[in-house]
DNA sequence: TCTGGGGTCCTAGGACCC
DNA sequence: TCTGGGGTCCTAGGACCC
């Protein structure tokens, strides 16, 4: 069946990291959970439990020690091995429903239905949720809508309406206007901190507000993307379904330290593991670089806060992780300051070009073989890693002694991705037969 | 003591040219 | 050298997302 316009479903995780953790943990079914960022900072994924404690998105844990020792909080190190699999088996499992996926972010997933033989969508999305259930532990939400934003605001409001059972379909018309109107202008999908108060200055105060503005209007207030998004809340679709692999155009690899440092020697390690990375991710997404960049802050929290940044253009782009780590190495130091407390570090690579059009330069290319040579011997280490596991071979200067690796004091296993870590079942007898 | 990491797109304004 | 308008290209920074 062929329907008249587009169907966009939008399949979002609940509290995508918690619950992830809950899947081997049920024990922690209706406790407070949070998941903590790198270095064990702020929370990044909380429990319904502990929203209601009143934890903020991005509570620095410092600050919330007190509350989360009151209510016996449960506290994870982010497990981004384990949740990347989680992510995967979902979107496994939505690509056997159709082809036609985009995967937005590691907890996210929007589906074309528009060719899809579905007659009812509440009853299809009540399907879907069930089967992700079953398979994977996971509860997800999902919205179904004509467009990607109403779609987005459908399963939100899925999420936060316990009486539509994590479902909720857009397609019929008649009560849209009641679900926009509920919605805060803040929490539309488009719409953050800076042009919030400006649209409620306006008068503007929710969803359905913002769909009766006029697109000149829009356009004046929040440029060509806030005039799509107008048009999108009123049941046309502006944004395409981004499916097949996008390159990135950019990569970035950044870290706070463990603890700060004066040490060149702890900057340039880390550096050149980013770099390392970055080039992985690279030399993977088929492109060469032709710039590269570091900076280092000092910490932003404390006076005086300073940031440090510095570029360099490849003749010839890049993706060898010995380049790229020399490169990232001599930018250092030309910024190093030994009287200063280092508190984070990043490597980006961008301005990219495709691997297979790669022109070497020819007046800046004194060894016409050593581009091949060098492509080789990468080929050679990616191979190698792949078999053996990550960073089984790697460079000396990245020195996984790991002085500036980041905290992640309470992980938990990675139950899904490593033999050894494998959940353990226990056998209880019983002793009455 | 302790506040994450990784992206994309758009726009305003400067540099440069005719 | 100055005047002015108009166009393109590039870049930094803003704004948003998860």
């Known amino acids: 069946m062929r329907k008249s316009g587009p169907v966009f479903a939008l399949v979002d995780c ?36 502990a929203k209601a404690l009143g934890i903020p998105m991005g509570a620095p844990a410092f600050k919330y020690r007190e509350l989360f020792e009151r209510h016996q909080v449960i506290r994870f190190s982010a497990n981004f091995e384990l949740y990347g699999n989680m992510s995967r088996r979902i979107t496994e499992l939505l690509a056997t429903v159709t082809p036609r996926i985009e995967v937005y972010s590691v907890d996210e997933s929007f589906l074309d239905l528009s060719e899809l033989p579905i007659t009812d969508y509440t009853a299809w999305g009540h399907a879907i949720r069930k089967a992700i259930l079953t398979w994977t532990g996971l509860p997800v939400s999902i919205g179904i809508a004509p467009s990607k934003t109403l779609a987005k605001l459908a399963s ?35 719409i953050g901190w800076r042009l919030a108060p400006k649209l409620r200055a306006e008068g503007i105060g929710n969803a359905l507000q913002l769909s009766q503005l006029s697109p000149r209007k829009a356009g004046q207030l929040m440029g060509v993307r806030g005039r799509q998004l107008v048009t999108e809340l ?55 670089a032709k710039q590269a960049g570091i900076f280092i802050d000092t910490n932003k929290h404390k006076p005086g806060f300073r940031r440090w940044t510095k570029e360099t253009a490849y003749r010839t782009p890049t993706a060898d ?18 009287d200063m407390s280092y508190h984070r570090a990043g490597v980006w690579v961008h301005d990219f070009v495709p691997a297979s059009q790669l022109q070497i330069d020819l007046f800046g290319e004194t060894d016409p073989g050593k581009h091949d040579r060098d492509q080789s011997r990468m080929r050679a280490v990616d191979s190698l890693n792949e078999r053996f596991g990550k960073r089984t071979v790697r460079y000396a200067a990245e020195d996984l002694a790991g002085q500036w690796q980041p905290r992640r004091r309470i992980c938990s296993p990675r139950y899904t991705t490593h033999l050894e870590e494998l959940p353990r079942a226990k056998i209880i007898h019983t002793v009455n037969e």
């Open 234 to 288: 009123n049941g046309v679709s502006c944004f395409p379904l981004e499916s097949g692999h996008q390159k990135p155009k950019s990569i970035l690899r950044s870290r706070t330290f463990g603890e700060d440092t004066h040490d060149s020697s702890v900057v340039e390690t880390a550096l050149a593991s980013f770099a390392a990375t970055a080039a992985f991710r690279l030399r993977r997404s088929g492109q060469l």
């Open 14 to 49: 609940n509290n995508f990291f918690v619950s992830c953790e809950r899947v081997f943990r049920p024990d922690l079914e209706g406790r407070p959970v949070v998941v903590l960022s790198s270095n064990d900072g702020c929370a990044v994924s909380r429990s319904n439990e």
């Open 321 to 338: 992780t010995g380049q790229l780590i020399s490169g990232v190495i001599s930018l250092f130091s030309e910024i190093y300051n030994p």
């Open 156 to 190: 939100d409001r899925g999420k936060k309406s316990p009486e539509l059972r994590g479902v909720l379909s857009l397609m019929d018309s008649r009560d849209k206007d009641k679900y926009l109107e509920i919605v805060p202008i803040q929490d539309v999908w488009g």
